[in-house]
């Protein structure tokens, strides 16, 4: 494995961690590599469940949110600028200021976060530049004009929270999927990759609904789900969808699907959604997807069902039923 920015620096002896105390790690994927830092003082605070997992079977302590007080911090930048400013304003507030390790892509922000803790006045130590991004520590400055709320409310109502997907309005993908769904979708339906919950929210609007069961991966945007739906027949589940094992057959799927792993676009995700969707489904169940129309998902749909139609689309979105799951039932 190539050594990674965060071990780089900390050999070079670029970062200065205090002696003593927790160290709090921010939202580090699954297969980052933080092995310079001391396992014992190191706390991971990440709400991606297949994330959350990785460390934990890795031997980490593991948490969804951070405690009280850590001598350090480090902050991996996620794609969102909001998450990545409240994530930092976490790490100083548990940190008492600092020190702070942010460790980024430059598609991840990387330069222009470097830039806006110095014009807020930050102490920087060292910079180190390396596979495409970056790395420093900050200590104080005046972060005040960063005081993001964590949660939002957009317009429908519905409530969202930083960094979330489609957190400033609901998305547009999602709303062709919701004008395509027939009136009636009977019986046990799974909304895989719920969000905070849009989807969900308008199947049960649909007749002859039994239950809908939401599935996600970030544990915040469930949260907002659980505000967002309150009818009794909605059952939430923060799981990775690509391993969830439903319980029993659903009737339907409904499904927009993830397509990026950090930054990077990444169809592979999507086509593991559908795969996962055909186990999930009875004999006679259907998904219902929605796709960016240029995703490449027509193959794996032909893959994992044996009926395919695209039922609505325009230029931007293209909207499947797909029906006669293939599929080996998960055990
Ligand atoms: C394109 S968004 C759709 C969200 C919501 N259904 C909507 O229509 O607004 C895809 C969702 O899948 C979630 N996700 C990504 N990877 C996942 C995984 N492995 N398991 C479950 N959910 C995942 C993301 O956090 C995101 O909320």
């Known amino acids: 494995m190539a050594v990674s920015r965060l071990s780089y620096a900390i050999e070079a002896g670029s970062l200065a961690l205090p002696d003593i105390g927790d160290i709090a790690v921010f939202r580090p994927a699954a297969g980052c590599d933080i092995s310079a ?8 605070i990440q709400g991606c469940y297949p994330d959350h997992h990785s460390f934990q079977a890795r031997g980490y302590r593991v948490a969804l949110s951070a405690g009280a007080q850590y001598g350090a911090a480090v902050v991996f930048l996620p794609r969102s600028k909001v998450l990545a400013k409240v994530l930092i304003l976490n790490a100083l507030a548990v940190t008492g200021g600092g020190p702070v ?18 014009k807020r006045g930050a102490q920087i130590g060292d910079v180190i530049s390396k596979a495409h991004g970056k790395i420093f520590t900050i200590s104080g400055g005046d972060f005040s004009d960063w005081k993001v709320g964590e949660k939002t409310l957009i317009k429908g ?38 969000g905070w919950g849009y989807l969900s929210h308008h199947v049960l609007q649909c007749e002859g609904l039994r239950e809908i069961h939401l599935i996600e991966a970030e544990h915040d945007a469930l949260n907002c789900a659980r505000i967002n739906i309150t009818d009794p027949r909605a059952q939430f589940h923060w799981a990775d ?30 086509r593991g959604f559908i795969g996962a969707a055909a186990s999930l489904l009875a004999r006679h169940g259907i998904l219902w997807l ?42």
């Open 157 to 194: 109502g519905f409530q969202t929270s930083a960094g979330v997907f489609s957190m400033d309005a609901v998305d547009k993908g999602s709303a062709a999927l919701v004008a395509a769904l027939p009136g009636q979708l009977k019986g046990r339906v799974a909304d895989l990759g719920a």
């Open 101 to 118: 390790i942010i460790d980024g892509q430059k598609t991840d922000g990387a330069d222009s976060v470097l830039r806006d803790c110095r």
């Open 37 to 44: 830092l001391d396992k014992d003082r190191v706390e991971i």
């Open 290 to 331: 929605v796709a960016n129309r240029h995703l490449p998902y027509e193959q794996a749909l032909s893959d994992a069902f044996h009926e395919v139609k695209e039922i609505a689309g325009d230029g931007s979105f293209k909207v499947f039923r797909a029906a006669k799951p293939r599929r080996e039932k998960r055990k």
């Open 241 to 270: 969808a690509l391993t969830f094992n439903g319980g029993g057959e659903f009737d339907h799927v409904v499904c927009n699907p993830p397509f990026h792993t950090g930054r990077a676009g990444d169809p592979a995700l999507g």
